[in-house]
């Protein structure tokens, strides 16, 4: 187990350091400097360059790269070009918008799921089911931004329920908080709860395929029970893979939304910040996505190891 | 020495302030949205407009101040001598005028932020506002002089802009975070991503405004923006970014829509040393090819006032030279044919992220083809622009909005990137840099459009207009945007 953990470790590591590089390298290729950005067209070459050097944009490609790398070892992410504020710190900021909202649209995706995908089973190729596939197409088809306009059409604008957009912050209670990132998580759920649906249903059609579901239903449990007791259990573990992917989907992937909804979460502080060539921002974010991607997985993978012996001996 | 009395003009708008406060006794907060969010609170070290519009006037005041309607009056400093020979200007500061932090704004503070800005290393967008200063002199705590290099007609206007604002050396380390001015409003907080409050200031020098906080809040999304404003969550949107809407808001009694004007002059910026445009044939083609009226509708819907040459039409200056860039797209043709251009040429059409460029340029890219230029449209972001077209010159034509006002000295400058290099022009802005006398300059502005009209170095297209939306009891607004800024001071809520 310890070997196998190192192994996983190392790949890790591996994984990080070039996702640096390629992040680095993709980010400074895209024509742009953000000196120039924030100066604009009536800027003289000699106040560019004494901004460039205040930045510390004066030094080669390769030394600002080492500067970054080194930089997040120590904990040090940089400080933004145009906010002059520490990355972290905004990181930090940002987050407490960005973290509640992608769990309250998982916990909302999962509650919506769950009964749907079991129902739809239960109910194989009945009018039910199919009404609820129906549904669960359509969640795919439409995207979430379009949800978004119409919930605030609905909501914000004719019923006066909610506004139509922004975050009042947590210091204002937790249901309140809770209660302006309601429409936004609704939007992002929706099309999620479809696809999780039909993965819990497909999931749960397969287990009572199974031998053990005949052996507990031989036993005299009703076909409700054995869907209870052994279906949905057993049918939970792809069903959790796919909560574990949308999580990063939707920490990461919300940038539409929270630009529809003026959020100041993680997605629009990039979308911002790739468009005033703020580098240091949209680095360190990606980055920082990108670890948080990488470390799920590892823990994933040690997870399945533990539960599966079989799995510490290949690789 | 020729006195200039400015004292009356004053104390009338102080007295119109004063009324206006009196009448308004009802709310006495405000939220007002705007697209793109300040990067930082310094208005004297970046180019963002949006730093303007929430700290001009609010938190930062200047030696002289816009008014909403273009006209520049004393703000920090109440009245002037010049020099007969228009090189010295001997400010008096207003008396008794403290910054947030309770030190006195003196003779000191102003040489400080005027030699910061014409430092080497200076960070000013506008520098040049600057160039002409040769020295400041503190006279007494409450005078200074300031002597320039060559009398320059602009000098009080160009110390009204947002670049030239009064700051102090005690608070000018955290300037970016934690702005403190002499203005009216002073800074609360700011959540970065979301919003910006402002807080009355009540050791304010001048009359206290009607309201007591603001908040700017930060809605890029058009869509967003019309969602917010229709469902009451904002009081004000300044520059309305989806005009497609506004005939909703004004069919709304809720509502108030406010047409007005910016320093904005929209143009088809042509590469004038790239061939063919280096042929005034090929440009005066490409003018008679526009359909002006055509690109306002479409892609304004209808608002935006027509311009044949790069001068606001709000001025006083303002020449209407439409008539020489008429819609004539046979003229085009037999243009392009006397130059050699008969089969029609190729060239790219470099769109910035505004929808006066990304819709224009459609429409542009059209009424071009119909005379037989093929444009490629190549849509950029600002920073990309910045770095290809403005930087690199590498580019056939563009569409930007010139926000600076009273910026035709740009066509003086053969570096600028669309490289118009007339000596004649160049004369003429110098003869006009050095002259003082209103009427004189009028009559050198004139010429200086017919010029660059005559030479077709661009394609003027319009005026951008300032579409405002807000409440309707919401009184006070800026109609017209001679800078970019949102003048709390004069904001009220009607009973």
């Known amino acids: 187990m310890l070997r196998y953990s190192l192994k996983r470790l190392l790949s890790l590591i591996i994984s990080l350091a070039v996702a640096s590089v390629v992040i680095f390298g993709v980010i400074e290729v895209a024509p742009g400097d953000p000196a120039s950005f924030m100066l604009g067209v009536n800027a003289q070459p000699d106040t560019l360059a004494a901004l460039r050097a205040e930045l510390g944009?004066?030094?080669?490609?390769?030394?600002?790269?080492?500067?970054?790398?080194?930089?997040?070892?120590?904990?040090?992410?940089?400080?933004?070009?145009?906010?002059?504020?520490?990355?972290?710190?905004?990181?930090?900021?940002?987050?407490?918008?960005?973290?509640?909202?992608?769990?309250?649209?998982?916990?909302?995706?999962?509650?919506?799921?769950?009964?749907?995908?079991?129902?739809?089973?239960?109910?194989?190729g009945k009018p039910g089911d199919l009404a609820v596939m129906g549904a669960t197409q359509l969640g795919i088809a439409v995207p979430n931004f379009w949800f978004a306009m119409m919930l605030v059409l609905i909501f914000a604008i004719n019923l006066r329920w909610f506004n139509a957009g922004g975050f009042v912050g947590w210091e204002t209670g937790f249901w309140t908080g809770?209660?302006?990132?309601?429409?936004?998580?609704?939007?992002?759920?929706?099309?999620?709860?479809?696809?999780?649906?039909?993965?819990?249903?497909?999931?749960l059609l397969d287990i009572l395929g199974e031998d053990f579901m005949r052996t507990a239903r031989a036993k005299g449990l009703s076909r409700r029970q054995a869907l209870w007791r052994h279906g949905v259990r057993n049918a939970l573990i792809p069903v959790l893979t796919i909560i574990g992917l949308q999580f990063s989907f939707l920490l990461a992937g919300s940038i539409i939304i929270e630009q529809v909804f003026y959020l100041p979460g993680l997605g629009r502080l990039v979308f911002q910040a790739?468009?005033?060539?703020?580098?240091?921002?949209?680095?360190?974010?990606?980055?920082?996505?990108?670890?948080?991607?990488?470390?799920?997985?590892?823990?994933?993978?040690?997870?399945?190891?533990?539960?599966?012996?079989?799995?510490?001996?290949?690789? | 020495m020729e006195m200039q009395s400015v004292r009356s003009f004053a104390s009338a708008l102080a007295l119109g302030a004063t009324l206006l406060a009196s009448q308004a006794m009802a709310k006495s907060d405000i939220t007002i949205a705007m697209q793109l969010e300040p990067p930082h609170l310094d208005p004297t070290s970046a180019a963002a407009q949006a730093i303007?519009?929430?700290?001009?006037?609010?938190?930062?005041?200047?030696?002289?101040?816009?008014?909403?309607?273009?006209?520049?009056?004393?703000?920090?400093?109440?009245?002037?001598?010049?020099?007969?020979?228009?090189?010295?200007?001997?400010?008096?500061?207003?008396?008794?005028v403290t910054f947030h932090d309770g030190t006195a704004m003196d003779a000191e503070d102003v040489k400080f932020s005027l030699d910061r800005a014409l430092t080497e290393d200076s960070a000013n967008a506008q520098k040049a506002l600057f160039a002409g200063i040769e020295s400041?002199?503190?006279?007494?705590?409450?005078?200074?002089?300031?002597?320039?290099?060559?009398?320059?007609?602009?000098f009080l206007f160009n110390l009204a802009w947002g670049d030239a604002v009064i700051v102090a050396s005690e608070s000018i380390g955290d300037i970016k975070t934690n702005p403190v001015g002499t203005g009216a409003f002073t800074f609360g907080e700011w959540v970065q991503g979301d919003s910006i409050t402002l807080n009355r200031n009540p050791e304010y020098w001048g009359d206290q405004p009607a309201l007591e906080t603001a908040t700017f809040k930060f809605i890029s999304d058009p869509t967003a923006a019309f969602a917010a404003m229709m469902a009451e969550d904002i009081d004000v949107f300044d520059n309305f970014p989806?005009?497609?809407?506004?005939?909703?808001?004004?069919?709304?009694?809720?509502?108030?829509?406010?047409?007005?004007?910016?320093?904005?002059?929209?143009?088809?910026?042509?590469?004038?040393?790239?061939?063919?445009?280096?042929?005034?044939?090929?440009?005066?083609?490409?003018?008679?090819?526009?359909?002006?009226q055509a690109i306002i509708d479409g892609a304004m819907f209808g608002y935006?006032?027509?311009?044949?040459?790069?001068?606001?039409?709000?001025?006083?200056?303002?020449?209407?030279?439409?008539?020489?860039?008429?819609?004539?797209?046979?003229?085009?043709?037999?243009?392009?044919?006397?130059?050699?251009?008969?089969?029609?040429?190729?060239?790219?059409?470099?769109?910035?992220p505004p929808s006066y460029a990304r819709r224009g340029g459609e429409i542009i890219?059209?009424?071009?083809?119909?005379?037989?230029?093929?444009?490629?449209?190549?849509?950029?972001?600002w920073a990309q622009w910045l770095e290809s077209v403005f930087k690199g010159k590498d580019f056939g034509l563009t569409i930007v909005s010139h926000t600076e006002p009273m910026d035709i000295g740009i066509y003086a400058r053969p570096d600028y990137y669309f490289q118009y290099d007339s000596l004649d022009f160049q004369t003429l802005m110098d003869t006009l840099n050095t002259t003082t006398d209103p009427e004189e300059r009028s009559k050198l502005l004139g010429e200086a459009q017919r010029l660059i009209a005559a030479d077709y170095v661009n394609g003027y297209l319009f005026q951008l207009a300032k579409l405002g939306v807000a409440k309707a009891g919401v009184q006070g607004l800026w109609e017209n945007a001679p800078t970019a800024a949102i003048d709390l001071t004069a904001i009220s809520w009607s009973e």
């Open chain 2, 136 to 154: 400041v002199e503190v006279i007494d705590p409450l005078t200074v002089k300031v002597t320039l290099a060559a009398p320059n007609g602009n």
């Open chain 2, 365 to 381: 890219a059209a009424q071009l083809a119909e005379v037989g230029i093929k444009a490629e449209i190549i849509n950029v972001e």
């Open chain 2, 242 to 292: 989806a005009p497609e809407n506004l005939p909703q808001f004004e069919a709304d009694p809720r509502f108030q829509v406010l047409v007005g004007s910016t320093e904005g002059e929209t143009i088809l910026s042509t590469n004038n040393k790239q061939p063919p445009f280096d042929d005034i044939r090929v440009r005066q083609a490409l003018a008679h090819a526009i359909d002006r």
């Open chain 1, 178 to 203: 809770l209660h302006s990132l309601t429409l936004p998580a609704i939007a992002l759920a929706l099309p999620q709860a479809a696809i999780l649906a039909r993965v819990m249903r497909s999931s």
């Open chain 1, 274 to 315: 790739i468009s005033a060539r703020d580098l240091i921002v949209v680095e360190s974010v990606v980055m920082l996505l990108v670890f948080a991607v990488i470390t799920v997985n590892f823990l994933v993978d040690l997870a399945y190891a533990a539960v599966d012996p079989r799995l510490r001996s290949r690789t």
């Open chain 2, 304 to 352: 935006g006032t027509p311009i044949g040459t790069h001068f606001a039409p709000h001025n006083p200056a303002y020449v209407d030279l439409t008539g020489n860039s008429a819609h004539d797209p046979e003229k085009a043709k037999a243009l392009l044919a006397e130059a050699g251009f008969a089969d029609g040429i190729e060239t790219t059409l470099h769109l910035p």
């Open chain 2, 52 to 96: 303007d519009s929430v700290v001009y006037t609010n938190i930062f005041e200047g030696l002289t101040r816009f008014m909403g309607d273009g006209s520049v009056v004393p703000g920090l400093a109440e009245s002037w001598e010049i020099s007969g020979d228009g090189t010295q200007y001997t400010f008096k500061l207003r008396e008794g």
């Open chain 1, 57 to 124: 944009l004066d030094v080669s490609k390769l030394q600002r790269y080492f500067n970054w790398v080194g930089g997040m070892l120590t904990g040090d992410f940089g400080t933004s070009y145009t906010y002059r504020t520490p990355v972290s710190q905004m990181i930090a900021d940002r987050l407490w918008v960005s973290l509640p909202l992608a769990l309250y649209a998982l916990t909302l995706s999962t509650l919506i799921a769950f009964p749907a995908g079991i129902y739809a089973a239960a109910r194989r």
